[in-house]
T-cell receptor, first 113, second 114 residues
């Protein structure tokens, strides 16, 4: 497809389980970003990748959160031992290069029971 | 600490009315972006403003960046039901030559009734 693709679109899991969220950026985009959107909180920056490296992990809320990117393309955001406060929409964006306009996917809605 | 304050938080108007949404901060931004987000979808970029005092028009939407680059406004003329959505402003700060890190406001939820 032409846009940023995220999967799954919805994920419901029990507290304490691990989850993996996937992002397929627009082909050719070198920069990839993860955000979290919680009710009443707006979008919160989590991490970005330039190629396969993540120079800025400052937004990750805790060490239960990690992300990787392989082949300069697909990225996975992993949340270990999920907590109820992790419930949110996780959005991925990509851009041709840093400082270029970011194009967002439709997000993964994560619900922790 | 919320660096970008958007107002109003909610706005419900009739088709044909005009409206203005505000985005304010005490911080200076190198650029400011406006997005519109519809339910179940990601934000879609509407415009980027870079220069203090800059005004950009996109059909019935007019965007203005404050002279001091701390605030911005979005004005919609003759609103239509298709304008309904969550409007988000996002500021970028230049850090080491990069301004990728966007700070988002909480958004203004606009409903335009037929």
């Amino acid at each position: 497809g032409a846009g940023v693709s995220q999967s799954p679109s919805n994920k419901v899991t029990e507290k304490g389980k691990d989850v993996e969220l996937r992002c397929d950026p627009i082909s050719g985009h070198t920069a990839l970003y993860w955000y979290r959107q919680s009710l009443g909180q707006g979008l919160e920056f989590l991490i970005y990748f330039q190629g396969n490296s993540a120079p800025d992990k400052s937004g990750l809320p805790s060490d239960r959160f990690s992300a990787e990117r392989t082949g300069g393309s697909v990225s996975t955001l992993t949340i270990q031992r999920t907590q109820q406060e992790d419930s949110a929409v996780y959005l991925c964006a990509s851009s041709w290069d840093l400082n270029q306009p970011q194009h967002f996917g439709d997000g993964t809605r994560l619900s922790i029971l | 600490t919320q660096l970008l304050e958007q107002s109003p938080q909610f706005l419900s108007i009739q088709e044909g009315e005009n409206l203005t949404v505000y985005c304010n901060s005490s911080s200076v931004f190198s650029s400011l972006q406006w997005y519109r987000q519809e339910p179940g979808e990601g934000p879609v970029l509407l415009v980027t403003v870079v220069t203090g005092g800059e005004v950009k028009k996109l059909k019935r939407l007019t965007f203005q960046f404050g002279d001091a680059r701390k605030d911005s406004s979005l004005h919609i003329t003759a609103a239509q039901p298709g304008d309904t959505g969550l409007y988000l402003c996002a500021g970028a700060k230049n850090s080491g030559g990069s301004n990728y890190k966007l700070t988002f406001g909480k958004g203004t939820l606009l409903t335009v009734n037929p």
